[in-house]
Nanobody, 125 residues
């Protein structure tokens, strides 16, 4: 089992940047595929980005490609989401997820075993 704790959310103006962190505790972090999702009230949780177990491969939703960067530091048991050129439509709660069995980075939210509690990102216009 792994526990995930997100941090780094907050309020930023449009065009600004934030870096989210997701700290993992528990078993060997490098065994886990990791991802970021986001969910607005009343909407389904949507995929944002994912990183392979050693971070060599990354995957992005079209809506964030070129603006967001996912990375991981397995020595620190942490995954990051660098968010640049933020837009008001990026406002929502962001969640990190991890799974030891998945190999498909595009798997739907229901397939991921472990989730953090979420961190709010608000982008003002």
């Amino acid at each position: 089992q792994v526990q995930l704790v997100e941090s780094g959310g907050g309020l930023v103006q449009a065009g600004g940047s934030l870096r989210l962190s997701c700290a993992a505790s528990g078993r060997t972090f490098s065994n886990y595929l990791v991802s970021w999702f986001r969910q607005a009230p009343g909407k389904e949780r949507e995929f944002v980005a994912a990183a392979s177990r050693v971070g060599g491969s990354t995957y992005y939703a079209d809506s964030v490609k070129g603006r967001f960067t996912i990375s991981r530091d397995n020595a620190k048991n942490t995954v990051y989401l660098q968010m640049n050129s933020l837009k008001p439509q990026d406002t929502t709660v962001y969640y990190c997820a991890a799974d030891a069995r998945l190999f498909n980075a595009w798997a739907p939210p229901s397939a991921w075993d472990y989730w953090g509690q979420g961190t709010q990102v608000t982008v003002s216009s």
